[in-house]
C-alpha cells in the first residue's frame, strides 16, 4: 500500500460464529484510534477469555468507532451462512457512526459495499482494526451464548458456543433440536428430514 495520508481511515471487519449450529451470525466492524494505539490486540481464538473481555472494553472505550450486527437464524436459513455472514458484515459497517474512507474484511468474500474496500485472507492476525473487531464480535456472541444457556440448561452453549462439538451433538441426539438451532444446518437438517419421513 502507498502512504496513507494521516487522517485516513481503515475500518477493520470480521465475523464469529460462521460454523456454528445455533444462533444468529455476528460481525462487527472498528476504526482505531491512531493516536490510542492498543496493546495484545491478536486474532480473537488466540486469546483467553479474560484477556478477550479485557480487550473488548478497551477497544469500546478507544476506537474512533465501532459497531455490531448480526444476521438472523432465519436469514442464516434462508440465504445461507455466507450471504448472511456477508449481510451481517454489511451492516456492521452501516452502523459505523464515522464513514471509513477504506474497509479492511477478514476472509476471502467482499460484501455489497459503497466504499472502497478489500479482503486480507487470515486478516485478524496481520491487521488490528480486524483483530479489534473480531475480539469485540466473540466477546458479543459468547455473552449470547451465556444467555442461551440461561434460557436452556440442557445445552451448554456457554462451553461449547453452539459449535459443533461431541458435547453439543449428544445434546442435540438427546434433548432435540431447539427454535435457535440452524435449520439448514446439519446434523438438525437431517433430523428434520427423519420426521418428516
Not at 484510534?33 to 477469555?49: C, F, M, N, Q, V
Not at 473480531?134 to 451448554?156: C, E, T
Request: glycine share 6%; hydrophobic share 40%.
Amino acid at each position: 500500500m502507498d502512504e496513507m495520508p494521516a487522517n485516513f481511515l481503515i475500518a477493520g471487519v470480521d465475523e464469529v460464529g460462521r460454523g456454528c449450529l445455533a444462533g444468529s451470525v455476528v460481525a462487527a466492524a472498528v476504526i482505531l484510534d491512531p493516536s490510542k494505539p492498543i496493546t495484545g490486540l491478536a486474532d480473537s481464538k488466540e486469546l483467553t477469555e479474560r484477556k478477550r473481555e479485557q480487550l473488548s472494553k478497551i477497544i469500546q472505550e478507544q476506537a474512533l468507532s465501532w459497531a455490531i450486527a448480526e444476521a438472523s437464524i432465519i436469514e442464516i436459513d434462508s440465504l445461507n451462512i455466507l450471504q448472511a455472514t456477508l449481510l451481517a458484515m454489511q451492516r456492521a459497517i452501516e452502523g459505523l457512526h464515522i464513514t471509513p474512507d477504506s474497509v479492511l474484511i477478514d476472509g476471502n468474500q467482499l460484501p455489497y459495499l459503497t466504499i472502497p474496500a478489500q479482503t486480507i485472507v487470515k486478516g485478524d492476525s496481520k491487521i488490528p482494526a480486524i483483530s479489534a473487531a473480531s475480539i469485540i464480535a466473540k466477546v458479543y456472541r459468547d455473552q449470547l451464548m451465556g444467555d442461551y444457556h440461561q434460557q436452556y440448561p440442557n445445552f451448554s452453549f456457554h462451553l461449547h458456543k453452539s459449535y459443533g462439538t461431541k458435547q453439543h451433538l449428544s445434546e442435540i441426539e438427546q434433548f432435540g433440536f431447539l427454535d435457535i438451532h440452524r435449520k439448514s444446518f446439519n446434523p438438525v437438517k437431517t433430523l428434520i428430514a427423519l420426521h418428516k419421513t
